[in-house]
């Protein structure tokens, strides 16, 4: 296998800590997102969509998409298991990342993008152009403020995200917790189980993939 990846990325990050969760040595070669790299056309013959994670399979099967790379790795090393260990558990797991992916992650992705000058007429990932809308950068902000306040409540009732196991769903929101570094977003002071949790989760080794 092979994981085509940027450093930086989000969405590349999710997979090298699902992937050191596992401890998994998987050879890595960088996509240069910030010379434009994923736009060329030998990138783009792997990815047509021009984004980073991608995972090339021995025998030259391509799965894109963070999460879909997870559920490979999931279904082919099982263990530790991330994803639940049984019907109930997987569902919840999925649930609870589903969320994080499109409150929390999402809106960040929505306020970084709309506001920073690199993406300018870059504001949506993919091989076409989009201008910058403002006021999606402002929305994005509250957003990312409302999900904290859900996270908060939640992990009032529970160890982790998904439940009282580490999973995936930790690792997405941690990632986009790291990530809300862009548009100046963090953990309130006054949200106890947020950096209860936080501390847990970015002090496990995975944290530094």
Request: with cysteine; aromatic share 10%; proline share 6%.
């Amino acid at each position: 296998m092979q994981l085509y990846d940027f450093k930086m990325a989000p969405n590349a990050r999710r997979v090298r800590v699902f992937v050191a969760e596992k401890g998994l040595d998987i050879p890595r070669i960088e996509v240069d997102l910030g010379s434009r790299a994923q736009l060329n056309d030998d990138y783009r013959r792997i990815n047509p969509l021009a984004e980073v994670p991608s995972l090339v399979l021995d025998d030259g099967t391509i799965i894109t998409e963070s999460t879909a790379i997870c559920r490979y790795l999931e279904e082919v090393y099982p263990d530790p298991p991330l994803c639940g260990r049984n019907p109930l558990e997987r569902a919840l797991v999925m649930m609870w990342d589903r969320r994080v992916e499109q409150h929390g992650f999402a809106a960040v992705a929505e306020g970084f993008r709309n506001s920073s000058p690199f993406f300018k007429d870059r504001s949506v990932t993919g091989p076409a152009d989009f201008a910058q809308i403002p006021e999606l950068a402002e929305r994005g902000k509250v957003r990312f403020a409302n999900f904290l306040v859900l996270l908060e409540q939640r992990l009032g009732e529970t160890e982790y995200v998904a439940g009282e196991r580490y999973s995936i769903a930790d690792i997405t929101a941690m990632v986009a917790i790291d990530f809300a570094r862009t548009i100046k977003a963090r953990i309130g002071e006054d949200q106890g189980n947020l950096q209860r949790w936080y501390a847990a989760v970015s002090g496990r080794p995975s944290a530094q993939a």
